[in-house]
């Protein structure tokens, strides 16, 4: 099967009944508007339409995962050995120094979304690796499941088999299976799903507490500023933390990391196992797409790694020091895009193709030597989307970004993001689609 034939099949089924279709597109996105599906407290943005693969897809998504990770470890470990190394990151010593820490459990990066452009097959390059903070799962998940019941779906499964990656309880379970790497001898946990409470995304973080708790382990949201650590067990009021759930990004923990000291000397005497741990913060920043292409890095991976790399990882280059890479980008702005090294939810990132030339040179400007890289810019690969218009069902080009969920160093699900600007975001207009394989 085919996921472009199989999209196309779906929207013809809309289009033939396109009156009837539209009042069950109203119910759904009033489902969607009462679900919990919500970012700030405001209903996801979403189309009638998911986003479909096929096994062959999910084959290509895993060895993508499986390469990034025999990848990802041979960095982290080079890190560990070599202080030389360690200067290409330009870490702060308190960062350098947490990494450093034994996490103790065998994984570096126990949970990540990895986002790439994906035109089929061995067509994708990445946008970026996101570890520490990796979010989304509920989105997803509800969206997809509100989706099935739609009447397009419930015609599609007279065919075909759908069905969505689940994402909440897998974690759950997989982080379950890490802490016994961790601590074998306590059978259920106490878990704290840690964030500062005005970074984080509430209605994700309740419902992957409800999994826990109906897994059997006692589980609470908490701002790591509650925490206490006695200098052998750390704490939330009278409840003993075994096992931390962390989604605050690194960055963050670093710059507040004086209100949060009992958390961190916890963590430094290993007398709370944090999943995941600081390490992934060596893959999370986005100066690794230029290391990844560094002559010296390219030593330690095999000759199918230097392929994949050179074919998918984009060219990257800091944007400071030598003025030729900033000429280089003042002639060719619509070759590239520009983003600061270490933030997120695309803040502060600017592709060339959306500005003037002198727009670009403000950019250019503003943004040299201030934490700023330079990168090719992906053109995204595009599909037909149904959307609403002046209450008309009409179809779109959308282009896609598509998120690769890897829990312990396996595909765990997907989520996808569609967008008609040249960069795909919730601060640059989008439409969260749900993800389902079609069989």
């Not at 923990?253 to 741990?277: F, H, M």
């Not at 790694?305 to 030729?324: D, Q, V």
Request: include cysteine; hydrophobic fraction near 35%.
């Amino acid at each position: 099967m085919d996921a472009i034939k199989l999209t196309n099949e779906y929207i013809e089924i809309v289009k033939n009944d396109d009156n009837n279709f539209l009042e069950d597109y109203k119910k759904t996105v009033e489902k969607v508007a009462n679900s919990n599906a919500k970012y700030k407290g405001k209903p996801i943005p979403f189309l009638y339409q998911p986003m479909i693969f096929t096994k062959q897809d999910i084959e290509t998504f895993e060895n993508i995962g499986r390469t990034l990770m025999s990848i990802t470890n041979k960095v982290v470990d080079k890190y560990k050995e070599s202080s030389e190394f360690r200067l290409k990151f330009g870490y702060p010593k308190l960062l350098e120094e947490l990494i450093l820490v034994d996490h103790g459990y065998d994984i570096n990066v126990p949970i990540g979304r990895f986002d790439i452009f994906y035109g089929g097959g061995e067509e994708f390059k990445f946008c970026e690796l996101n570890t520490d903070g990796s979010s989304a799962m509920n989105e997803d998940n509800t969206i997809a499941r509100i989706l099935l019941e739609a009447e397009p779906a419930k015609r599609m499964q007279k065919k075909y088999r759908l069905s969505y990656f689940e994402l909440i309880y897998k974690w759950v379970d997989e982080s379950i299976e890490t802490f016994k790497r961790f601590n074998d001898k306590i059978e259920k946990p106490n878990v704290a799903i840690v964030d500062f409470e005005e970074s984080g995304t509430p209605a994700e973080f309740e419902e992957f507490k409800k999994a826990y708790i109906e897994r059997g382990y006692r589980t609470e949201i908490v701002d790591p500023r509650e925490l206490r650590y006695d200098g052998s067990e750390l704490f939330f009021n009278d409840m003993k933390i075994d096992l931390i759930y962390r989604r605050i990004v690194t960055r963050e923990l670093i710059e507040r990391s004086e209100e949060i000291q009992d958390l961190i000397n916890a963590y430094r005497d290993k007398a709370v196992c944090v999943i995941g741990p600081v390490k992934s913060q060596i893959m999370h920043n986005k100066i690794i797409f230029k290391i990844l292409h560094d002559e010296d890095t390219q030593e330690l991976f095999t000759d199918e790694e230097k392929k994949y790399i050179k074919a998918h990882i984009p060219y990257t280059k800091e944007l400071s020091g030598n003025k030729i890479i900033y000429e280089e980008a003042l002639n060719n702005k619509d070759k590239y895009i520009i983003k600061p090294v270490d933030l997120y939810a695309s803040k502060g990132v600017y592709a060339g193709r959306d500005f003037t030339q002198n727009q670009w040179k403000e950019k250019l400007d503003q943004c040299w030597n201030n934490d700023y890289l330079l990168q090719e810019f992906c053109i995204p690969y595009t599909r037909d989307f149904i959307e609403l218009e002046k209450d008309e069902l009409k179809v779109s080009k959308f282009g896609h970004i598509i998120g690769l969920f890897m829990y312990n160093e396996k595909l765990a699900g997907l989520y996808t993001r569609i967008g008609k600007n040249s960069i795909i975001s919730g601060l640059h207009g989008y439409y969260t689609v749900p993800n389902l394989l079609v069989e």
